[in-house]
């Protein structure tokens, strides 16, 4: 009987090793066309650009009081990032961070202490959050058309509330959150904002939770007939925006002092621009939390340098209206350059 012959196939390593490989090879050039280290190379050039033209930019306590320009719009920023990969959004974010800081400023007057201040807050823009969720998910309305309408009931109640007033007297230690340092020049909203990024990429790439949002981004309809509760999950994100816009105007508050019912106008602008502009697909199913805690650095110490050189705020705005347009059309682009590299590969 003669043996039978074996046929040897040269494999991928990958292969051998009982892997398959689940992505091509990435040259140097895929890397480089990532979002994020096209932001970190942006990033690079604003600073050496400031410090060419402001001497006063790279001091310690000046990069510290930049962190105030943007801390409090990237807290709100990190949970924008899930809903608006989830296919959402939310536009009455600043007006929710003006109600919650006019709740607090009527507490404040009645007496109310700092801690529960602390609790006040966040427990107002949880109240907004989960009213809108429920808006959007249990009558099928789109997120933009109920949150432009939030937007305007949030902060037509601050006017009611207040008028042309303010509220100032605020109890003694609470400015600490939105003014106090934890050690040398880094600021208590400035930790808070790093400790939060680590937590939302955590929750984003490393869990269930994160990858049941990216599916319900890609296509809601397929993600529940697999087994995702879409509306529970799109009902808890617009929660958690709330709840962190919420902590937004309790920093916000204690740093001004003060709550008008104009605090934080047209915040929800830069706070979408943020997250767009860290590569978040504004029609959802994609973006990662690295790219916008970059993102936020980039509009942060872009404005601040702008400011030293005393730059008007309207060209700030139309900045920030550019940048937003660059964001959306610009990843179109690498994506259509990556796949043709790789169909040519």
């Known amino acids: 009987m003669q043996s039978s012959q074996q046929i040897t196939i040269d494999r991928p390593a990958a292969s051998r ?3 398959i490989p689940d992505r091509l090879p990435q040259r140097p050039t895929d890397l480089l ?8 190379i942006f990033l690079a050039l604003v600073v050496l650009i400031n410090v060419q033209l402001s001497p006063f930019f790279f001091d310690p306590y000046n990069l510290s009081d930049a962190t105030f320009n943007f801390t409090e719009k990237a807290i709100v920023a990190l949970p924008m990032t899930l809903l608006i ?16 800081s006019t ?35 249990a009558f099928s309305v789109p997120a933009i058309i109920v949150t432009i309408g939030t937007m305007s009931l949030y902060r037509g109640i601050c006017y009611i509330a207040l008028g042309d007033q303010a509220y100032k007297n605020y109890p003694d230690g609470f400015d600490f959150f939105g003014q106090g340092y934890v050690f040398w020049v880094f600021s208590f909203e400035f930790c808070l904002f790093i400790v939060l990024a680590v937590i939302f990429g955590v929750v984003l790439h490393r869990t269930s939770f994160g990858r049941r949002v990216y599916a319900i981004g890609n296509n809601p309809t397929a993600a529940l007939f697999s087994g995702i509760d879409v509306q529970r999950y799109r009902l808890v994100l617009f929660a958690l925006v709330g709840l962190f816009s919420g902590l937004a105007s309790v920093l916000l508050t204690s740093r001004l002092g003060s709550t008008r019912p104009n605090i ?3 915040w929800e602008l830069e706070i979408i621009t943020m997250v767009v502009l860290g590569g978040v ?14 993102a936020a650095f980039v509009m942060g110490f872009l404005t601040f340098g702008m400011g030293l050189l005393n730059i008007p705020g309207i060209v700030m705005t139309v900045l920030i209206g550019f940048l937003l347009i660059l964001a959306i059309a610009l990843p179109v682009v690498i994506r259509k350059l990556t796949s043709a590299r790789r169909r040519s590969a």
């Open 17 to 19: 090793a009982g892997g």
């Open 33 to 40: 066309l990532r979002w994020e280290v096209l932001l970190l």
């Open 85 to 100: 990969i989830a296919g959402d959004i939310d536009l009455s974010v600043a007006s929710i961070i003006a109600l919650a």
């Open 103 to 137: 709740a607090m400023g009527a507490a404040a007057v009645a007496g109310a202490s700092t801690a529960v201040l602390l609790v006040l807050g966040p427990l107002v823009g949880l109240a907004c959050g989960i009213l809108n969720g429920w808006l959007v998910t």
């Open 264 to 266: 934080a106008t047209a």
């Open 281 to 294: 697909n504004i029609n959802g199913g994609s973006g990662t939390v690295p790219g916008v805690f970059i």
